[in-house]
């Protein structure tokens, strides 16, 4: 028997958390593959796909070849809203997130090499029916893996900076998906060209996206107070109604209504998607207009690749001069600085000349992308916060919840800028071909000059209204960390 002095020294001490594995630098770097595949797959639906794939090589007319993203996104409205709540209310032995990047890691390959076949049908109702679907499948296994992906950030680490530090490398396995997505035009060319030399490409890519998700699963974690939680609130809505249409819509909508719902009642979460979906938006304007602007308004489309690679290659160098800045300053202070930098860098573009010499719009592509590299990176370091507030106010993790209507936005921006350039072209005379009408280039010049730099003002005056600072921040873990001690058990 146990004396009463051992009894006595065990009942004073508390249970102590499990050690969870050290965030290295080569545990992020793995986990950055995550997002390598998925804006591989991303750009190269903006970069590439509807502005030049669509309309170059599968001849569906611009309008369609817009219409093709559009509604992609619009499944994902739903789709991913409802992904991060079926991932928070998971309850699987391995886990609430990691599961699904082994359920989801062929079908997402399968889907992005089936975007770029070349279908069997001549008109261009079954072309663009064709293309929808593919693209629609590849939203749904995009959903499956990147929602839980991005939900499992804030539980990987709990610290302001150092959420930005796991950000930081997050954005630069994006930024090196975007290379990828730059080679695909040369990858086709190099394969036979034209529409069997993007199928092959395409195949190849397809093998490339899958891989990398067992690495990411073996280098994730979650922590285990955090799972054995239980959600305090049902995956359906209650319906007041007691109709068969009440009940169905329930059935139907109830998750996702309830996400949306509980995500918005949080005003600073409200701000953060304003400022990211503005931003998102100039991010996917540049990206489908800058082919078709060194193309048909300089006339040098050899030269895009080049452009690309060292506008890309300046934003991930200029990746570790932001996270040195943001340890100083406010992630919002960041943001802003950025989103400047760039809106200045952007209104310049409306100024090129076909006869400039090669070299300005090569200086041009790295100097505009140093203020590329943070417009992104700080809403994804900035959401962990709003997550721990709203732990504080609920007393629940919804990661899912909220990431998921945070990548639906990531992709909404993305569908919203290519439709709207492409319809604009459209009705400007853009046509299949190497040649095109004075109006359309026109169009492409000032679209490309003036277009981003609105939706990038438009999100600084949004960011203003940001309330989620450093210090806020640290009151927040303040009281969690109390609220937990309270709640330990003593052994």
Not at 31 to 51: C, K, P, R, V
Not at 227 to 244: H, I
Not at 252 to 265: E, H, Q, R
Request: glycine share 8%.
């Amino acid at each position: 028997m146990k004396s009463a002095i051992e009894t006595r020294g065990r009942a004073g001490q508390r249970s102590q958390p499990p050690t969870l594995p050290a965030l290295t630098p080569a545990r992020k770097s793995v986990y950055a593959l995550g997002d390598f595949t998925i804006n591989t797959a991303l750009s190269s639906l903006s970069l590439i796909y509807a502005s030049y794939f669509l309309t170059q090589v599968a001849d569906l007319r611009p309008a369609l070849a817009g219409l093709v993203p559009l509604i992609g996104r619009a499944l994902d409205a739903f789709t991913d809203p409802l992904m991060g709540r079926i991932s928070d209310h998971t309850n699987w032995s391995a886990g609430r997130r990691r599961p699904y990047f082994l359920l989801g890691a062929i079908p997402f390959g399968v889907s992005f090499a089936l975007l770029w076949l070349d279908p069997p049908v001549a008109s261009q109702a079954a072309r663009f029916a064709y293309y929808t679907g593919a693209y629609c499948l590849l939203s749904l296994s995009m959903t499956v893996l990147s929602v839980p992906y991005l939900a499992i950030q804030p539980e990987m680490t709990l610290d302001y900076d150092a959420r930005t530090s796991l950000n930081t490398y997050r954005t630069a396995g994006s930024i090196f998906g975007v290379f990828a997505a730059v080679g695909i035009r040369p990858l086709a060319n190099a394969l036979g060209g034209g529409a069997e030399g993007f199928a092959a490409a395409g195949g190849l890519l397809g093998i490339v996206l899958t891989l990398p998700w067992i690495a990411v699963y073996r280098a994730t974690f979650e922590r285990p107070e955090f799972r054995a939680r239980q959600p305090r609130t049902g995956f359906f809505d209650e319906s007041k109604g007691s109709g068969l249409v009440s009940k169905l819509s329930t059935v139907a909508f109830g998750p996702i209504l309830s996400a949306l719902s509980m995500s918005f009642t949080r005003g600073s979460f409200r701000t953060l998607c304003g400022l990211y979906l503005t931003g998102r938006i100039a991010m996917d304007l540049i990206a489908a207009l800058l082919i078709l602007y060194v193309t048909y308004w300089l006339g040098r489309s050899g030269s895009f690749e080049i452009t690309m690679l060292l506008f890309l290659t300046a934003v991930v160098c200029a990746l570790p001069f932001w996270l040195r800045v943001s340890k100083s300053r406010e992630k919002l202070g960041t943001f802003v600085i950025g989103s400047v930098w760039w809106m200045t860098c952007s209104v310049l573009l409306l100024f090129g000349q076909p006869d400039w010499p090669l070299w300005v719009l090569y200086l041009f592509a790295i100097v505009t992308g140093i203020g590329y590299a943070v417009v992104d990176v700080m809403p994804w370091a900035m959401l962990g916060e709003v997550i721990d507030e709203d732990d504080l106010r609920t007393g629940e993790r919804r990661e899912g919840i909220y990431n998921g209507v945070f990548t639906f936005i990531r992709k909404l921006g993305g569908a919203i800028g290519v439709f709207l350039v492409m319809s604009i072209l459209d009705l400007a005379g853009f046509v299949r071909g190497d040649t095109q009408p004075e109006s359309a280039r026109q169009a492409i010049r000032i679209l490309t000059g003036v277009a981003p730099a609105v939706f990038l003002l438009l999100s600084v005056l949004i960011a203003l209204r940001y309330p989620l600072n450093r210090a806020a921040h640290a009151q927040i873990r303040a009281r969690l960390a109390a609220r937990e001690q309270a709640a330990t058990p003593i052994e």
